[in-house]
């Protein structure tokens, strides 16, 4: 009868009723036995703060939605719920300074090869978050809360991406955060620019010189299991000396990031004076791709 009188706008009444029925059963619950096999939902103090909500006694509405909610949470109580409390603001009045939005990346700008790349925060406003968007997506959010922790995971290409974080509060007042992210998966680029004899070596050693490059970094490069030092920026020249015995050059190198690429160049002197090649190697880990290759004297 009291769902009735509300239904009817009788607020005088329904509240009147919906007093009697939670003294004879005081919580809210789904499919309540009312006699024999009869069910219903019971939510008297859900349907008592909603009357109280339309009478404009908005503190009495607050406490009954707010019990509801304990008792049995619904996205009908929630829904009113956010409307008593901004209704409350607006009756305060005074100024509403947007949420505070703090990112767990804070300084602006990341390099990384993960998959997915996770966004993660939380935003906060003592008259509460409604809501937070990443890259104009909107997070779920059942209801408008004090303090929101907040975590996506993005699917991001190899690139530089600028992702926005927005939250905004009851009033619609909103704050914004930025981070570059920019994803590398791919390995350092290593330049082979001579194989050539060493004349100034008494037992004819064989000269590699080239370069390698990663925009993320480089962490570390090897020539045929020996670490060259001093590599370290994004980019890094090289002049190893490896034995003339050696019928093959293995070249590995790693970006800070942990990205690698690795070759085998095979290395055959005998009877071509003092050639020289060119070449460039990328990879993602895996299989390295020659970019370019050319032969000269």
């Given amino acids: 009868r009291a769902l009735s009188f509300s239904d009817g706008e009788f607020h005088n009444e329904a509240v009147a009723d919906l007093k ?52 049995y949470p ?29 990112l767990d990346l804070q300084n602006g700008e990341i390099w990384t090869r993960d998959d997915p790349v996770m966004i993660s925060g939380v935003a906060e406003d003592e008259r509460y978050v409604a809501g937070v968007s990443i890259m104009g997506t909107s997070l779920f959010l059942e209801q408008a809360q ?46 082979v620019e001579k194989i050539e004899e060493d004349p100034a070596s008494p037992g004819g050693n064989t000269v590699i010189t080239g370069s390698v490059y990663d925009e993320a970094g480089l962490g570390q490069v090897r020539v045929n299991n020996e670490e060259i030092p001093s590599i370290g920026g994004v980019e890094a020249s090289f002049r190893q000396r490896i034995p003339k015995a050696r019928k093959q050059l293995e ?34 880990g895996q299989i390295p791709l020659v970019l370019a290759a050319s032969a000269g004297k």
């Fill in 20 to 71: 009697i029925a939670i003294e004879q059963r005081p919580e809210d619950q789904r499919m309540a036995r009312t006699y024999g096999m009869h069910f219903v939902d019971y939510f008297p103090h859900r349907e008592l703060g909603i009357s109280y909500y339309r009478m404009g006694d908005l503190k009495a509405a607050q406490g009954e939605l707010e019990l509801s909610i304990g008792q």
């Fill in 74 to 102: 619904s996205s009908k109580a929630r829904f009113y719920l956010d409307r008593v409390r901004k209704a409350l603001i607006e009756k305060e009045g005074g100024e509403v300074k947007p949420p505070r939005l703090i």
């Fill in 146 to 191: 004090a303090k929101v922790p907040f975590k996506k995971d993005l699917r991001l290409p190899q690139g530089r991406h600028e992702v926005a974080v927005e939250a905004r509060n009851l009033l619609g007042k909103k704050a914004s955060r930025s981070v570059v992210v920019r994803v590398d998966r791919e390995g350092p680029v290593i330049t």
């Fill in 251 to 284: 070249i590995v190198a790693k970006d800070r990031l942990g990205n690698e690429t690795s070759a085998t160049i095979p290395v055959d002197l005998s009877g071509k004076g003092n050639p020289s090649i060119r070449m460039a190697l990328a990879g993602s």
